[in-house]
C-alpha cells in the first residue's frame, strides 16, 4: 500500500478550509449587491446566510458518525461534490429562492470539510492534536482574509456578484487536485465496530461536553455572526468593511499560526476565557467606534475571536478524547446551528433598529450608522456570557484535566 503523505494530506486540507472560507467571506462581500440588484431586505439576506450555516450542521451529523466506518477519503468527496454544485447554481440563480437553496450545497460542503479532516488531523498527528488543529484552522481566517480582499478588488473593478462567488472554484480545483489519487490515513477506531456507538455514550454521560455544546453556540456567533454581516453594519462608520474584514481575519490567521505557544503557556480553557473577556470589550469599542477608531476595534475583535473555534474542537480532543470523530464534528455543527438561527434574527435587529432610527429623525446614513451600532450591542451579550462561562471553565479545570493536556 503506498504511504500517507501527511504533508500533502494537511495542504489539502487547508485548501478545502480555503474553499469554506470563501463561502463566507464572498457572501459577506456581496450583501449590498444582493440587496440592490435584487432588491433583498435586511431579513431576506439574513435568510441567506441562515442557509449559509444551516447545511454545515447537517453535514457534521451525518458525517461525524460515518466517519469511523467510511473514513475521511469518502466524505471528502462529498463535500467536493456539495462545493461544486453550490457554487455553480448559486452563480446562475437569478432571484431569491434558488440562491436560498443553492447555498444550502454549499453549507453542506463546508459541513463536511470539518466532519472528514478535523478527526484526520487528530489523527495524523495524535501527539500535537492542539497545535495542528490551530495550524489547520489557520485558513479559515486567511481564507477569509483572501476572500475578502478579492472581492474588495472586485468591486473596484465594478464586477458582479457572480464573478465573486465564480472566485470559489479556484480553491476547490486545487484541494481536488491535491486529494485525487492519495493514500488516506486508517481512523483511530477503523478496526472497532464499537466506537461510533462509544462515542455515543461518551457524549451523553458528560455533562462538561454538553456545556461546552451550549458555549459553541455562543462564540460561533460572536465570531462568525459579527463577520457575515461586516459590510451592512459598518458600512456607514467611515471605514471600508471589506478591509476591516481584511485586516481581521488577517490577524487571526497569523495569531492561530502561532498558537502553540501559547496554548502550552496558557492552557485551552484558560486562552478561551481570556477571549471572551476581550471579545466582549473590541464588540462595545465597535459599537461606539467610527472613521479610523473602528480599525483599532476590529484588531481588538481579532485577538478576542481569534482562537475560539479552533480551541473548542481542541477542547474537546484533548480534554474529551473518548467523544471521538464524533464529539468534535458534533461541537463544530452545534455551532453553525446556533449561527444559523441567529442569522435571521440579527438581519431582523437591523431592520427593527433601522426604523426605531429612523422614528427619531434619522434619514439615510446617518439611521443606517445608529442601526448598525444598536445591532453590536445585541451581539455583545453573546462574548458577555462567555465571560462568566469560561470563567467558571477556568476555576474548575483541575477537575477535568487530563495529565497530557497542554499547559498543566
Known amino acids: 500500500m503506498t504511504e500517507v503523505n501527511k504533508q500533502r494530506l494537511f495542504i489539502a486540507s487547508c485548501f478545502a478550509l480555503i474553499t469554506t472560507a470563501f463561502a463566507f467571506a464572498i457572501r459577506a462581500g456581496i450583501m449590498n449587491d444582493l440587496a440592490k440588484t435584487m432588491d433583498m431586505s435586511d431579513t431576506q439576506l439574513g435568510w441567506i446566510n441562515f442557509m449559509g ?14 466517519y469511523n466506518s467510511i473514513g475521511p477519503k469518502k466524505l471528502g468527496w462529498v463535500a467536493f461534490g456539495c462545493h461544486f454544485v453550490g457554487i455553480t447554481f448559486s452563480v446562475l440563480s437569478g432571484s431569491f429562492l434558488p440562491l436560498f437553496f443553492s447555498t444550502f450545497f454549499i453549507s453542506f460542503g463546508n459541513g463536511m470539510v470539518e466532519a472528514a479532516y478535523n478527526p484526520m488531523i487528530a489523527d495524523m498527528y495524535e501527539d500535537n492534536k492542539a497545535t495542528m488543529l490551530n495550524k489547520f484552522h489557520v485558513w479559515f481566517p486567511g481564507g477569509l482574509a483572501i476572500g475578502s480582499l478579492i472581492a474588495y478588488f472586485i468591486t473596484q473593478m465594478e464586477g458582479t456578484w457572480q464573478v465573486k462567488l465564480a472566485v470559489m472554484y479556484i480553491p476547490l480545483a486545487i484541494y481536488g487536485f ?50 457575515s454581516w461586516v459590510e451592512r453594519i459598518l458600512g456607514n462608520t467611515g471605514a471600508q468593511p471589506l478591509l ?30 481570556i477571549s471572551s473577556i476581550i471579545s466582549l470589550i473590541a464588540i462595545y469599542m465597535l459599537s461606539t467606534a467610527t472613521g479610523g477608531m473602528v480599525y483599532v476595534a476590529a484588531v481588538m475583535f481579532a485577538i478576542g475571536v481569534c482562537y475560539f473555534w479552533p480551541n473548542m474542537i481542541s477542547f474537546v480532543a484533548v480534554y474529551l478524547p473518548k467523544t471521538g470523530a464524533l464529539g468534535m464534528s458534533l461541537i463544530g455543527g452545534v455551532g453553525m446551528v446556533g449561527l444559523s438561527i441567529c442569522q435571521p434574527i440579527i438581519g431582523k435587529w437591523m431592520d427593527s433598529e433601522r426604523a426605531n432610527a429612523i422614528a427619531t429623525g434619522l434619514q439615510g446614513d446617518a439611521a443606517e450608522l445608529a442601526a448598525g451600532q444598536a445591532t453590536l450591542d445585541n451581539i455583545a451579550w453573546f462574548p458577555a456570557i462567555l465571560v462568566i462561562a469560561f470563567g467558571i471553565l477556568y476555576f474548575t479545570r483541575k477537575k477535568y484535566t487530563p495529565a497530557n493536556a497542554p499547559g498543566h
Open 53 to 66: 450555516a444551516f447545511g454545515f450542521p447537517i453535514a457534521t451529523l451525518v458525517g461525524g458518525p460515518l
Open 178 to 227: 491535491l486529494f485525487y489519487g492519495q493514500t488516506f490515513p486508517k481512523t483511530a477506531n477503523e478496526m472497532d465496530k464499537a466506537s461510533t456507538s462509544s462515542n455515543v455514550k461518551a457524549i451523553f454521560s458528560s455533562p462538561l461536553y454538553w456545556f461546552m455544546l451550549l458555549c459553541m453556540i455562543l462564540t460561533a456567533t460572536t465570531e462568525l455572526g459579527t463577520q
Open 244 to 273: 476591516i474584514l481584511f485586516l481581521v481575519t488577517g490577524l487571526m490567521a497569523v495569531g492561530r499560526y502561532f498558537a502553540g505557544p501559547i496554548i502550552h503557556k496558557l492552557n485551552i480553557p484558560g486562552v478561551l476565557w
